[in-house]
Each structure stands twice: as structure tokens, then as C-alpha cells.
């Protein structure tokens, strides 16, 4: 009966042999070439046979890097499979003739199909009446992972990994096929890059870190007979087990083929055996949940960011696929030293289990970096310890979000933000100048002013059935005002008049060309066409936004009109070395600036901003005090800004600009709006702006704002002497 099998299989053989597959098709045997980003996302298995025959195939799915600004070190990895595919130049002799003796000691000899191999193993297997041996040759092998790694359907799947023998002489014809176009060499470097060695180590080089925290390089020989033993059966032979004796074992084994195959002499073999086995063992981590304290939000703004890059794909699903597919190496904006400063600060003032956050994002003018994102939170997704919900409503079933969350507090994700008060008066203030009212206009403002504008359900204030009527914070404030005194003491009465001259819609439109976004429903309906002409308390800051955005707004300002969309990151480059580019041909990582103001409009809305820090402008009267006098003296160099609370002190903001880097902070409760933080936290943002700015900025060089020509200023321009 054997014999009857035998001659049958051998015919089989011959087929194979036969130039009858040379018309198979090939594409399931290499990883896609995905076009401008090169990575190994899971789109088919389509292949490229040049006219020549020579087969180029993509590396397989590798992990992202993500580093932090200036060398300051690995921010967070993401992958799918844990891997860095590494040429087989970069792997120690050890470990390519370790897998070779653990796996196919035939593998140089035979062309992809061991015919002895596959001989041997079906009499065994009739023998004992089942799968006993496989006979599978290293190039067989990597096939199969490869059509496994690019199905895309579950029966793909299920057709790879099935133990029939449709599926074994499937996988024989195309390793027969694949080693005529590739080298032996480089089908056991894709191999050695494929392989899976157990603890997520896809790979060589992610097996080498995990288990012995080097590169595949320095692994010795032991190391290498080690890693070699677990491809057969990585959970069997884990040599992290609470009994390592199958590990000791199988690497013993593997040992011995090679001093049989004359790999190592016999002394070596047995020095080998003799070593016993030291792991030092890595746990790679994977996404943001894994990133040094207080960097969690900023991965997951950078995470997000990605997602809405169309050179990554063509939805967010499959953006974020390439992110842990793609093996890019990115370098981040963040600057751990600012970083580091940004936290302390925030936590210095409010600790992590109040329900209040404060938080602040820093980015740099003129290019969009942004440079440090802190809050007083936990990047995590546990809230079993988290305090008491906020909102009495919400108690009984909710835990609050703190100090543990993954929510986007500061920014770039789905989270409506926060009502930022008497910051907006900045975009009413560019609006006038920009439609030719000077600094120096002058309004008479009282301590309560009807407005024409309508109450709607935004409006902090009313008076009669359908009227607004703003009023100042302080009856100091009553009298002539003009932008320098007006911004600078936040006189709400002059800004609802300096409104209804330009326009509310025009104020809006200037917000929106500074980056600010509409996400509530009440929100969006206010800034629309039909209604942003009537959105009367838009001055006051009653639209939700982010200190991501307003930090980018204030930064266009001290940019001298020139916007650039906050972005997270200065380079990206695919696993080849290559610059990662748009649809036109852009690098991604390429600064977004557009000029949206005239330089001289945003140097008059600075120099009236600097009479809210205490700096005084340099063309105009401040009038004698202002709202953040005391920014000016910690920061110690040229600042402006802009303070802004809301109505019953629910929130509190202040934006600082200097020409080098702009910040922007708040304090309210996430959980619930109508939490007031009171007037004993509002000076909590300014006061952590202004040290973060100064300890930022030590030993950087000092720059001045340059004043804004007399047009804009509203007579002959005298700059002041500048004040440092």
C-alpha cells in the first residue's frame, strides 16, 4: 500500500517539477507595494514581474517609530505586529545558519521544495495516520506567511492556515516558482523578517529586542539556536515561562543540527549547550497608552492628525492602518524640555484629582509647531479609581474624568472645547483695523450698553423681552476707551460697539480664517451665513473652542498675519529613507502657511496687546491699568496677550504671544460646564503661562514686536524704547 502511495506522490512530484506552473500567478507571494508611501498594508497580494522576470516585492508590515524633537527620544511605537525589517547584512552569521539547522537543513541545496523532505514525511504520516511531519522548506514556510499576512477576507485566511493538502501543494508550486526570480539570500532575509518568535516579536529584529534587548547583529550563538527553536512553536518552547526546560531543550536541539550540518565544531557545540540562558526581556509598547507621563495627549493629537492625512490612504480607517503598518520614522514637534516646563507648571497650580483641568498647548509662530501640550491629567484609560462625577445627575453612575482620561482636552479631537470669554475680543479688534478703524478710535463706554443686536440663547446678558445689554466687569472702566485701553482693561462695552461697526459676521470670519472651528450644534448655527450677522455676544467669547486653536490663532498674530495650521511634526520618512509627500508632491510634514492678515493689521493688534501684560504698547496710551499687569514683570521680555473669563466665572483663559512662542491655557471642568471655577482660579492661566513662557524662553535670544505704522495706529507712530 505504501509503495502503491509512493509511486502515485511521485507522480505529483514530477508534475511539479514540470515547467506546468510556470504560468502561475504570483502575486500572493510578496507584500503590496502601496504607491507613495511604500507600505505593507493589507490590499491584495499583487506582485510586480518586470518584463525581465525580476520579481520587486515590498517589505512586509513594520512598526512606526515616533521620536520626540532634537533627540529627546522615542515619544511611542505603533504596530499591528511588532516588527523593523532589517537586511540580512544586519544579522549575525548565528542566527541565519541557526534557522537554517532548526528549519531546512536542506534549504541551499533543494528549489523550494525538499523532495527527500516531502518523501520522508508521507510515509511517515501514512504511518502514523495523521500529520506527523510537515516537510515544510523555509521558502514553502515564508509563503504561507505571506498568504496569511495578505488575506483580506476570512476565507483568504482560512485557506492560508488550513491543514490540508490543497493548501500544502498550493504552497509548493509557488515556492518553486518564487526561487526563480529571488536569491537564496533574500528569500531567508524576507523569511527572517516574516518569522514569528512569540511575545508579539514578529521578525529578527523585534525577536532579538524582546528577548535580549540587542540587535540581531549581537546575537550570539546561543542567543541565535535560542530564537531559531521557537519558530516551530513559540508558546511550547517560551523560554520566559515559569518552566523553561522545552526552551533549554529545543535550543539544545538546534544546537546540534548545526554541529552536524559543520556549522560549529564540536567544541563550540558544546560550550553553547553549556551557557545558560539570560534573557533580558523588552515588552515593546504600542500606541500612546504606552508614552512617558504627561506626552499621552500629545500622541494622541498626533494620532489623530494622522488620520486626516490623505497621503495615508483614503479614509481614517486606513490611515491608521498605515501607522501601524507602515514602519515610518517620524519626528514630532515636541520639545521635552518645554514639555517637561508646560507640566510642571500646570501641576504646580492644580493637581490631578480636581475636576477642574487646566491645561496649556505652547506653538511656535511663523511655522505651526506645536511645542509642548500639558494638562493636569493621566493619559489612561482606567477609571475604576477616578473621583466622583462633577454633574450631581451623573453621580450615582458615572466615575468623573479624572484624573485618568483619554478625552482631548486640549484639543484636535472630538470634544467641543470650552467658552473662551474676552479672548475673542481679538478677532473683533483685527476685523476693525483690518477695515481701516485705527487704534486710537475712541467710544464712549458705559457701564451697561443696549445692543442692537437681538438676546439669543448665547447671550450672557438681557434686558426686556428682546434686547442685549452687555455691562463691564468694573465701573472703572466707564468712559472713553480706545483699543489700547479697551483690550487692555477688557471693556466689554467698547468691544459690543467696535462689533456692530464692523460687523458681527466679519468678527466671526476673522475667527474662522485664524484656525477656529464650530463643532456644537448652536455653534455652527450662529456662524452661519443667515445668522453670523446677528451673533452679537460673539465678541465676549461665548463660541466653544481649544487651546490648540486659540494658541494658533494668537501665534498668526505674532506672526504678522501668517497662519500655519498647528501641526505635530517636522519630518516623516518611509522604512526606505525616503521623505513621505502628498498628492502635489509636498512633504507631509512640511509647515501649512498661508498669509490670511496683513502685517501691519496683526502688529497693531500686538501692540494693543501688550497693554494687557503690562509691557505698554508702543504707539499708544494703555490707560493706566490693565488685566494681566503682572505678565510683563515675571515673564521678564516683550509679551502680549489677551486674559478672557466667562460669564459666572464657568471657565478662565489667557493666551500669552511672544515672538518666539505663543501659549495658550484655561481652566474649566470638562465634565460640567456649569461647574463655575470661580474667581479664586481664574488667575491659574495667566499665572502658568507667564512661568512657562520665562523658564521656556531662559537663554534664548530676546526679541522685541515691531510697532505698527501710523495708519493703523491712528496718529504719528513714537515707538517706546524697548523695555526687556
Given at each position: 500500500m505504501i509503495t502503491r502511495t509512493l509511486r502515485v506522490f511521485g507522480g505529483l512530484l514530477r508534475l511539479l517539477r514540470t515547467g506546468l506552473v510556470a504560468g502561475l500567478a504570483v502575486a500572493a507571494l510578496v507584500y503590496p507595494i502601496v504607491a507613495l508611501t511604500g507600505i505593507g498594508a493589507k490590499k491584495g497580494a499583487d506582485a510586480l514581474i518586470t518584463p525581465a522576470g525580476a520579481l520587486r516585492a515590498s517589505t512586509p508590515a513594520q512598526t512606526t517609530r515616533v521620536y520626540a524633537a532634537d533627540n529627546g527620544g522615542l515619544l511611542a511605537q505603533f504596530y499591528e505586529e511588532y516588527r523593523t525589517y532589517v537586511p540580512l547584512a544586519e544579522m549575525s552569521d548565528s542566527i541565519q545558519k541557526a534557522i537554517v539547522a532548526a528549519e531546512d537543513a536542506r534549504f541551499w541545496e533543494h528549489h523550494g521544495v525538499d523532495f527527500k523532505g516531502v518523501a520522508r514525511a508521507f510515509v511517515a504520516n501514512q504511518k502514523a495516520g495523521s500529520v506527523s511531519q510537515g516537510a515544510s522548506t523555509l521558502t514553502m514556510q515564508y509563503v504561507r506567511n505571506v498568504l496569511r499576512d495578505?488575506?483580506?477576507?476570512?476565507?483568504?485566511?482560512?485557506?492560508?492556515?488550513?491543514?490540508?493538502?490543497?493548501?500544502?501543494?498550493?504552497?509548493?508550486?509557488?515556492?518553486?516558482?518564487?526561487?526563480?526570480?529571488?536569491?537564496?539570500?533574500?528569500?531567508?532575509?524576507?523569511?527572517?523578517?516574516?518569522?514569528?518568535?512569540?511575545?508579539?516579536?514578529?521578525?529578527?529584529?523585534?525577536?532579538?529586542?524582546?528577548?535580549?534587548?540587542?540587535?540581531?547583529?549581537?546575537?550570539?550563538?546561543?542567543?541565535?539556536?535560542?530564537?531559531?527553536?521557537?519558530?516551530?512553536?513559540?508558546?511550547?518552547?517560551?523560554?520566559?515561562?515559569?518552566?523553561?526546560?522545552?526552551?533549554?531543550?529545543?535550543?539544545?536541539?538546534?544546537?546540534?543540527?548545526?554541529?552536524?550540518?559543520?556549522?560549529?565544531?564540536?567544541?563550540?557545540?558544546?560550550?553553547?549547550?553549556?551557557?545558560?540562558?539570560?534573557?533580558?526581556?523588552?515588552?515593546?509598547?504600542?500606541?500612546?497608552?504606552?508614552?512617558?507621563?504627561?506626552?499621552?495627549?500629545?500622541?494622541?493629537?498626533?494620532?489623530?492628525?494622522?488620520?486626516?492625512?490623505?497621503?495615508?490612504?483614503?479614509?481614517?480607517?486606513?490611515?491608521?492602518?498605515?501607522?501601524?503598518?507602515?514602519?515610518?520614522?517620524?519626528?514630532?514637534?515636541?520639545?521635552?524640555?518645554?514639555?517637561?516646563?508646560?507640566?510642571?507648571?500646570?501641576?504646580?497650580?492644580?493637581?490631578?484629582?480636581?475636576?477642574?483641568?487646566?491645561?496649556?498647548?505652547?506653538?511656535?509662530?511663523?511655522?505651526?509647531?506645536?511645542?509642548?501640550?500639558?494638562?493636569?491629567?493621566?493619559?489612561?484609560?482606567?477609571?475604576?479609581?477616578?473621583?466622583?462625577?462633577?454633574?450631581?445627575?451623573?453621580?450615582?453612575?458615572?466615575?468623573?474624568?479624572?484624573?485618568?482620561?483619554?478625552?482631548?482636552?486640549?484639543?484636535?479631537?472630538?470634544?467641543?472645547?470650552?467658552?473662551?470669554?474676552?479672548?475673542?475680543?481679538?478677532?473683533?479688534?483685527?476685523?476693525?483695523?483690518?477695515?481701516?478703524?485705527?487704534?486710537?478710535?475712541?467710544?464712549?463706554?458705559?457701564?451697561?450698553?443696549?445692543?442692537?443686536?437681538?438676546?439669543?440663547?448665547?447671550?450672557?446678558?438681557?434686558?426686556?423681552?428682546?434686547?442685549?445689554?452687555?455691562?463691564?466687569?468694573?465701573?472703572?472702566?466707564?468712559?472713553?476707551?480706545?483699543?489700547?485701553?479697551?483690550?487692555?482693561?477688557?471693556?466689554?462695552?467698547?468691544?459690543?460697539?467696535l462689533e456692530q461697526r464692523v460687523g458681527a459676521e466679519s468678527a466671526v470670519r476673522m475667527a474662522e480664517r485664524l484656525g477656529l472651528r464650530w463643532r456644537t450644534g448652536i455653534d455652527k448655527l450662529q456662524a452661519s451665513e443667515a445668522k453670523a450677522r446677528t451673533w452679537g455676544a460673539f465678541t465676549l467669547g461665548v463660541a466653544d473652542t481649544t487651546p490648540l486653536e486659540m494658541a494658533g490663532a494668537f501665534a498668526t498674530v505674532v506672526a504678522d498675519g501668517r497662519h500655519c495650521e498647528p501641526i505635530p511634526v517636522t519630518s516623516i520618512t518611509d522604512p526606505s529613507g525616503a521623505e513621505v509627500l502628498d498628492a502635489k508632491g509636498v512633504p507631509v510634514?512640511?509647515?501649512?502657511?498661508?498669509?490670511?492678515?496683513?502685517?501691519?493689521?496683526?502688529?497693531?493688534?500686538?501692540?494693543?496687546?501688550?497693554?494687557?501684560?503690562?509691557?505698554?504698547?508702543?504707539?499708544?496710551?494703555?490707560?493706566?491699568?490693565?488685566t494681566a499687569s503682572r505678565v510683563y514683570p515675571t515673564v521678564r521680555r516683550p509679551v502680549a496677550g489677551k486674559s478672557g473669563t466667562t460669564d459666572d466665572n464657568r471657565a478662565a483663559w489667557f493666551v500669552g504671544m511672544t515672538p518666539t512662542l505663543t501659549a495658550a491655557a484655561f481652566i474649566a471642568d470638562p465634565d460640567n460646564p456649569l461647574h463655575r471655577v470661580g474667581s479664586g482660579n481664574a488667575s491659574k492661566p495667566r499665572e502658568t503661562v507667564a512661568d512657562t513662557l520665562r523658564e521656556a524662553l531662559a537663554g534664548t535670544q530676546v526679541r522685541d514686536f515691531v510697532p505698527p505704522s501710523a495708519a493703523v495706529a491712528g496718529k504719528p507712530a513714537r515707538p517706546r524704547p524697548a523695555r526687556h
Open positions: 495578505t488575506a483580506v477576507t476570512p476565507e483568504e485566511v482560512n485557506r492560508a492556515t488550513e491543514q490540508t493538502g490543497a493548501r500544502k501543494l498550493r504552497e509548493m508550486r509557488l515556492a518553486i516558482e518564487l526561487e526563480k526570480h529571488l536569491s537564496k539570500q533574500e528569500i531567508l532575509e524576507r523569511y527572517l523578517n516574516v518569522a514569528y518568535f512569540g511575545h508579539r516579536a514578529y521578525g529578527v529584529r523585534a525577536a532579538a529586542e524582546v528577548y535580549f534587548s540587542k540587535l540581531p547583529a549581537d546575537l550570539t550563538v546561543p542567543e541565535a539556536a535560542l530564537l531559531a527553536g521557537l519558530v516551530q512553536a513559540p508558546s511550547a518552547y517560551d523560554p520566559a515561562s515559569a518552566e523553561p526546560r522545552a526552551a533549554t531543550a529545543r535550543r539544545d536541539y538546534v544546537i546540534g543540527r548545526m554541529a552536524a550540518l559543520g556549522y560549529l565544531t564540536p567544541a563550540l557545540a558544546d560550550e553553547a549547550r553549556a551557557t545558560p540562558i539570560a534573557l533580558r526581556l523588552t515588552e515593546p509598547p504600542n500606541d500612546c497608552l504606552a508614552t512617558r507621563p504627561g506626552w499621552g495627549f500629545f500622541c494622541a493629537w498626533f494620532r489623530t492628525w494622522w488620520s486626516q492625512q490623505a497621503a495615508f490612504g483614503d479614509s481614517p480607517g486606513e490611515r491608521l492602518d498605515a501607522l501601524r503598518r507602515g514602519g515610518y520614522t517620524v519626528v514630532t514637534s515636541l520639545d521635552p524640555r518645554v514639555q517637561q516646563i508646560a507640566q510642571q507648571q500646570v501641576l504646580k497650580r492644580e493637581r490631578t484629582r480636581s475636576p477642574y483641568a487646566l491645561g496649556q498647548v505652547l506653538i511656535e509662530p511663523a511655522t505651526g509647531l506645536v511645542r509642548a501640550m500639558a494638562v493636569n491629567r493621566v493619559y489612561s484609560l482606567d477609571r475604576a479609581s477616578n473621583g466622583p462625577h462633577s454633574d450631581p445627575r451623573q453621580r450615582k453612575r458615572l466615575h468623573g474624568n479624572y484624573p485618568n482620561t483619554v478625552n482631548p482636552l486640549l484639543g484636535g479631537g472630538d470634544m467641543a472645547g470650552y467658552q473662551a470669554g474676552s479672548t475673542f475680543k481679538m478677532f473683533t479688534m483685527l476685523a476693525a483695523l483690518e477695515q481701516g478703524l485705527p487704534l486710537s478710535t475712541t467710544i464712549y463706554s458705559p457701564k451697561t450698553f443696549q445692543s442692537k443686536y437681538k438676546t439669543g440663547r448665547d447671550s450672557p446678558a438681557r434686558c426686556g423681552a428682546d434686547s442685549w445689554c452687555p455691562s463691564n466687569a468694573s465701573d472703572s472702566m466707564t468712559g472713553r476707551q480706545t483699543m489700547y485701553s479697551g483690550f487692555g482693561k477688557s471693556v466689554n462695552t467698547f468691544f459690543v460697539q510634514a512640511r509647515p501649512r502657511c498661508a498669509q490670511v492678515l496683513s502685517p501691519d493689521v496683526a502688529r497693531g493688534a500686538v501692540d494693543a496687546a501688550r497693554c494687557v501684560t503690562g509691557y505698554k504698547a508702543a504707539t499708544g496710551n494703555c490707560g493706566g491699568w490693565s
